[in-house]
């Protein structure tokens, strides 16, 4: 796959008009929508479809895996309510282009992804664009536990419930998103760690993602 490594006003401008449909669309978090226009979201696509960068829409990156909608990644990252400093663990970590939002907000990130082959291409990607996050191949659906607890937990994988081991790696006070449902749509359900044995959990919108697969998940 050839990256497009050049970022001009031409994908600059186009970041422009991206920020200003999620706007419209109802993200309002300022911290959020500089970082949705600032990451060079073409890079991740094969430079013959470039011009689909900017839409927003999820786009195939191989492997049966989608580089997920803007809107999406705008939605879950604003749940999140990143503090910079903030230890963060992303399951699924697909193209990368969540992982470098989350970085731009200051999160260290903790990253996981099933599949070899994107897991490979992505350790690439994203160190030549400048951002280091801290990678691992496995089964997201059992977390990191290693490196536990987290501030913050987020799924860009649809899930049939939520798994108990990710509960038990949040920190006391620390939030997970999660989309949760069937293999058709999910609701996006936020989850809060009040104490050591209480969650308040929010059921908020319905998304499509491709499902978590793992022990603990389909």
């Known amino acids: 796959m050839a990256y497009k ?6 994908e600059k401008g ?9 706007k419209e669309r109802g993200i309002s978090d300022a911290k959020v929508l500089r970082a949705i226009g600032k990451v060079p979201r073409h890079f991740f696509f094969d430079e013959t479809f470039w011009n ?10 191989g492997d049966g895996q989608t580089i997920s909608q803007p809107y999406t990644v705008a939605y879950q990252t604003e749940l999140l309510h990143i503090q910079k400093g903030d230890k963060v663990l ?3 970590t697909g193209s990368g282009y969540q992982t470098c939002i989350l970085m731009e907000l200051g999160a260290e990130v903790y990253t ?3 599949q070899a082959n994107i897991y490979n291409r992505t350790i690439k ?7 280091k996050a801290n ?5 997201g659906s059992k977390g990191i536990e290693a490196h536990a607890p987290y501030a913050k937990i987020i799924v860009t994988a649809g899930a049939p419930f939520v798994p108990e081991i990710l509960l038990k790696q949040l920190k006391i006070g620390g939030i997970l998103v999660i989309p949760v449902g069937d293999e058709k749509s999910q609701k996006m359900i936020t989850v ?3 104490s050591e044995n209480e969650y308040d959990r929010i059921e908020l919108d319905t998304f499509r993602f491709v499902p978590l697969v793992g022990d603990q998940a389909w």
């Open 125 to 131: 990607v994203l160190p030549g664009m400048g951002y």
């Open 52 to 61: 689909q960068a900017y839409r927003d829409i999820a786009f195939p990156i």
């Open 112 to 114: 996981i992804e099933r």
């Open 5 to 10: 490594f050049v970022d001009n006003y031409r």
């Open 135 to 139: 990678f691992f191949l496995g089964d």
């Open 90 to 92: 992303e399951i699924g």
């Open 14 to 22: 186009a970041r422009k008009k991206l920020v200003e449909i999620l």
């Open 192 to 194: 809060i760690r009040v």
